[in-house]
């Protein structure tokens, strides 16, 4: 069955320091790959996707995620993190890519603590 | 991308009774989905809105509990019925235009007493 995992249920980082979250999928052909963010009280931010071509893509709030087809993975990093980007940040497959996105699989959320 | 609005954004609600979930978009979209987010937890599908016909149910979810409505291309509607504690959870409803890409609302949060 599809599946999405993400191992690290709970990361804190200090400020200014960099940030990888990872994401590993498990789906027969090239999925279509979404990292979400959530922050508290709020519903869910697209902040980038992976759908074909350049295996790095760049996204919002100064974040990129790389496509590792080897690895099913799809791991989201942040050079330099800052306070705001305390949050839950949720990695997702779409499994039927035919013009529109069908179904989204989540994978169980990483929640992202900053210090100061 | 779409400007999505959900109401209620709250509420708490009695054991046994019903509660209707609207979903609007700015725009026209291809695809309108209704999702559940337990209290802490990941999100699950609970249906796709077809416009004019019956919503696709995913494995686990039924009409009679959880009926939809898609009028047309701009707002749905999900219904929450004879509820019980268990239903105690986020409700979002997402669209997929012709990007490809999904985009979520705001979410209700249910309270079920």
């Known amino acids: 069955a599809q599946s999405v995992t993400q191992p690290d249920i709970h990361i804190t980082v200090s400020e200014g320091a960099s940030l990888e979250l990872r994401c590993n999928y498990s789906?027969?052909?090239?999925?279509?790959l979404f990292w979400y963010v959530q922050s508290p009280g709020q519903g869910l931010q697209l902040l980038l996707k992976y759908f074909s071509g350049d295996t790095l893509v760049q996204g919002i709030k100064g974040f990129e995620a790389e496509f590792k087809r080897s690895q099913s993975s799809f791991n989201l990093r942040k050079p330099s993190v800052h306070w705001s980007d305390a949050a839950e940040y949720f990695c997702a497959v779409a499994l039927t890519p035919s013009g529109n996105t069908g179904k989204l699989i989540f994978g169980q959320g990483t929640t992202l603590q900053v210090k100061p | 991308s779409a400007v999505i609005s959900q109401k209620p954004s709250r509420d708490i609600c009695q054991r046994g009774t019903s509660l209707t979930i609207q979903c609007q978009v700015d725009?026209?979209?291809?695809?309108m989905f209704w999702y559940r987010q337990q209290p802490g937890q990941s999100l699950t599908l609970i249906a796709t809105?077809?416009?004019?016909?019956?919503?696709?149910?995913e494995s686990g979810f039924v009409i009679d509990k959880f009926p939809i409505s898609r009028p047309n291309l701009t707002f749905s509607t999900l219904t929450v019925s004879n509820m019980s504690p268990e239903d105690s959870s986020i409700y979002l409803c997402?669209?997929?235009?012709?990007?490809?890409?999904?985009?979520f609302g705001p979410g209700t949060r249910l309270t079920v007493t």
């Open positions: 809105a077809n416009q004019g016909s019956e919503a696709t149910y």
């Open positions: 997402s669209v997929a235009s012709r990007g490809r890409e999904q985009y």
């Open positions: 725009s026209q979209v291809t695809m």
């Open positions: 789906y027969g052909a090239t999925p279509y």
